[in-house]
């Protein structure tokens, strides 16, 4: 008769951790573009994100004393953790007759579920960008809207670099935009889409596809272009694995958890995009 060691439970949870981990870096983006505080060793349970007002310099003459000292003056805002919950059951019969690895499989839909979360987390702050717009319902993204976003951010002072996150019908008529214009842009552009599939860095914007945005009623999707210092998030423990063995369902119960925030520092450096997310 076949037993289930205890050596057979430790390799699942490695096989699933690994899986999961990986799933989480490859599908979220979301850690390289926000500012990041690890607390994970520390007992706080949220990080604050200073904000530090603007100070303005001033010629003396020389030998004269410097003694109009300008206040320090900051606001904050204090970002606190959640916990995130992923789960399921690996059924001894699962496990004894599934053709892939057991602990591959539910260590990729796990990190999946995260990796979703995590994501969906961060372009729910697009709608805080309200100082900045471009766009507006129904119509696709233009060349000049852009190149206007990217201006918003630079008269704001946002620090660069910048990064915008789209859906994939948008980077769709983006492609086809740059491409289509080898006037405006060359024909190296049009070669670089062609051979990688990906619209690149257009004007110098870190561009980002994502699935995870949602079309609202009229069919258009809130994207956004945005500095570093406009998110800010928190992690106190990246994703691990637990498994506790369930013996009336005859299984193992996985779960998953990472504990993280992600809030707005500061709106002003981030310019939220309305666009058409028909397909082309």
């Known amino acids: 008769m076949a037993v289930t060691t205890t050596t057979d439970i430790d390799d699942i949870i490695e096989i699933a951790l690994a899986e999961a981990r990986y799933t989480v870096q490859a599908n979220t983006f979301v850690q390289n573009l926000v500012t990041v505080k690890d607390i994970s060793g520390s007992p706080a349970k949220s990080a604050r994100f200073p904000k530090f007002g603007a100070i303005t310099a001033t010629q003396v003459a020389e030998g004269t004393d410097y003694t109009n000292h300008a206040d320090l003056a900051t606001t904050s805002v204090e970002i606190p953790v959640k916990e995130v919950v992923a789960g399921t059951i690996i059924t001894d019969l699962a496990k004894a007759s599934s053709r892939e690895d057991i602990g591959i499989a539910a260590g990729r839909v796990l990190g999946n579920a995260i990796a979703k979360y995590i994501e969906q987390d961060l372009i729910g702050l697009f709608a805080d960008f309200t100082v900045n ?54 024909d190296s552009v049009t070669e670089e889409i062609v051979r990688t599939g990906y619209v690149g860095n257009p004007y110098g914007v870190i561009t980002y596809r994502s699935g995870n945005l949602i079309e609202d009623v009229n069919g258009d999707v809130r994207c956004a272009m945005f500095s570093r210092e406009a998110i800010g998030m928190v992690v106190k423990w990246d994703p691990r694995i637990e498994i506790q063995r369930d013996a009336s369902l005859r299984g193992y119960e996985v779960i998953m958890t990472t504990a993280y925030g992600i809030d707005t520092i500061d709106a002003n450096f981030g310019c939220s995009m309305l666009l058409d997310n028909a397909d082309a």
Not at 140 to 157: C, E, F, H, R
Not at 158 to 166: D, G, K, L, N, T
């Open 133 to 186: 717009q471009v766009g507006t319902t129904n119509a696709d993204i233009t060349v000049p809207n852009w190149i206007k976003a990217k201006t918003l951010l630079a008269a704001q002072n946002a620090p660069e670099p910048y990064f915008a996150v789209i859906s994939p019908y948008v980077e769709e008529d983006l492609i086809q935009l740059l491409s289509g214009n080898t006037n405006q842009f060359g």
